[in-house]
């Protein structure tokens, strides 16, 4: 009898002899080939397409343009003969699991659905929006007749450097008018197409094509649950900067209300970390200046990458091959415009890996020289998979790898290490170096969930066109508690003064990166004897890990895989979890946040914010005469 009921549902004894149908084994078989045939024409395409866009991000020309989307197009072509192929295969019945993961992700097709007409708008949109941005110009404050600014490096060194409110309200504000304005209805019709590309994909919208990458039916909520998991960590010190800016700036930072953004010294209120000499816990404590010691020891752009490299080859990682040397761009030509934003690109034929920055020398580039090269380094792993795996376990991981590796690096023991700090190893030290890590991670959480809260939103139309912009600073209100210097309107287009949204870069993979480089550091550190939970002479926010083999391998381990596994299978290589968890981010910061809730409490500080007294208005002319 319990035969017969094996026939029908296949129980686990008879699965192999009894369900196995010889027409789709042969259908297996056949796949097999097909598989090599496609990753190897994959290969090629892919090295054409980094080649194109190389050309033209590190020199913004006409032809290169013209070049790049001539190439995506042809190979937007390719792609769908290639899907046409790929979905006469019963694939989901396949027992081999690998060859029904690598059919699963051939099975979608994305951008290239279009028609060429659409699909080549789409592009060139895109195209046009990026150059738009890498080429925008604005006028100095002090000399209105000089007009060359650029934001790299112009821009964000005054926003860095300047405490004159009013200079860094004109910079905020001619930034947001030379970029925003000038996209926005090139970014509504870049959204139509997409949507359209979407639905033709059989997704509901944009955001779910983007989410499939994470291949987990909840994303949504687990990324809810994790910020909920962080925000009273945000909170703590959000209203500990308020109360101290208000030293700074008076009154025109509101005690209970948000903060405001030209004042954090960063042009997107992303990171406050150019506001740690005015805030720090322990002012009278001689604070790590790694930009000083930097250009006292007379680094260059070169000797910043190699001292990342040093790093990952202590680890027993691999060193940058020598095309990285010659052909990368790690500092801003002078003869040419290029995208100054940094990037790691693969050239997908085993020897190219290259980087453009635009460096400079100072602690910041220093730790983006890290992430850029933790690309790299995963690029170099993961080199021997077939083309359709050489990626990250999902998006996030790719963003981690260098972030983790820079987190050694930006203890103060590493740095004595390296030359670039001296001075005493106390508590208090200790405590604003920490503060000085919080500001620069913990203050991001909330921008990088609104960047793609916000994309979601408009993808689903729930943030029609005409609101685009007074629903943006809602959310950066609700999540950030930042506000605008002045009012703005629907005249003005704020999210496009960011790169990634013009860029149409999603943006969720810098918050998941943020949370699991936590989990992978906690993680490294129990391996290389660094950490040990529950010792307070070493904690996790001081550890590290460089020259530790075995948190090395267990790294490069996982590196290897690429994207060949489930993103859950690659973390446990490392961490032994399955899952995305915010405990590894709060171990890290447990001290600093019991410093602030106690320092928070002592003077009184109101947590949270009441609403903004700025105003969002459909059109600049139905505002108020304003009173400044
Ligand atoms: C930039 O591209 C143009 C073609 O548009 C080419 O003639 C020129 O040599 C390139 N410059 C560099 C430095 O590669
Ligand atoms: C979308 O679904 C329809 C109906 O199931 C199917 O015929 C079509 O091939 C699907 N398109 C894509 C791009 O998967
Ligand atoms: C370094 O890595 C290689 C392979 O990647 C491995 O064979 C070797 O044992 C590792 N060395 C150490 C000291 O762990
Ligand atoms: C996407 O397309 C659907 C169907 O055409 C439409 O209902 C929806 O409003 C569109 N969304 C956006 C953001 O344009
Ligand atoms: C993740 O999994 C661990 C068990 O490995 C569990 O203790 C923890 O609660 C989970 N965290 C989340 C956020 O699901």
Known sequence: MW???????????????????????EEELRARTFLQHINGVRLEEYQRLANAEWNYQTNLTEPNK?????????????????????????????????????FKMLSILGPAILSEEKFQRNSKLVSEMQELYSTAKVCDYKDSKKCDLALNPDLESIIRTSKDPEELKH????????????????????????????????????????????DTADIKDQIEMLWKQMK?????????????????YGDLVPEKGPIPAHLTGNMWAQSWEHFFDQSKPYPNKKSLSITEEMIKQNYDYLKIFKTAEEFFVSL???????????????????????????????????????????????????FVAHHEMGHIEY???YAHQPAIYRGGANEGFHEAIGDVIALSVRTSKHLKKIGLASGEDDPESDLNNLYFNGLSKITFLPFAYVMDLWRWGV???????????????????DYQGIEPPLDRSE?????????????????????VSYVIQFQFHRALCIKAGEYVPNDPSKPLHECDIYQSTEAGNVLGKMLQMGASRPWQDAMEVVTGQRNMDASGILDYFKPLQDWLEAENKKNGVFIGWEPSKRVCSSSRNDNKPSEE
């Open 171 to 214: 910079i905020w504000v001619e930034w947001r008018k030379a970029v925003g304005q000038n996209v926005r209805q090139m970014y509504k019709e870049h959204i139509e197409l997409d949507n359209e590309s979407a639905r033709l994909n059989n997704f509901t919208d944009t955001s779910e094509y983007w989410l499939s990458d994470y």
């Open 459 to 477: 993808f689903s139309n729930d943030i029609p066109s005409q609101d685009y912009n007074c629903k943006w600073w809602k959310l950066v209100e």
């Open 3 to 25: 035969i017969w009921k094996c026939v029908s549902v296949c129980c686990l004894l008879w699965t192999v002899a009894l369900c196995a149908d010889p027409e789709l084994e």
């Open 316 to 366: 027993n990682l691999t060193a940058m091959p020598p095309q990285f040397w010659e052909e990368s761009m790690l500092q801003k030509p002078t003869d040419r415009e290029v995208v100054c934003h940094a990037s790691a690109m693969d050239f997908f034929d085993g020897k190219n890996f290259r980087i453009k920055q635009c460096t400079q020398v100072k602690e910041e580039d220093l």
């Open 379 to 381: 690029f170099l792993q």
């Open 491 to 511: 005249d003005d287009f704020d999210p496009a003064s960011k790169y990634h949204i013009v860029a149409n870069v999603p943006y969720i993979r810098y918050f």
């Open 232 to 248: 009273p960590l945000y909170l703590q010190i959000h209203a500990y900067v308020r109360h101290q800016m208000r030293k700074t």
């Open 66 to 102: 013209k070049h790049l989307l001539d190439t995506e197009t042809v190979i937007a072509e390719s792609l769908k003969k290639q899907w046409d192929e790929v979905i006469k295969f019963k694939w989901q019945g396949f027992r081999d699991n690998d060859i029904k993961r690598q």
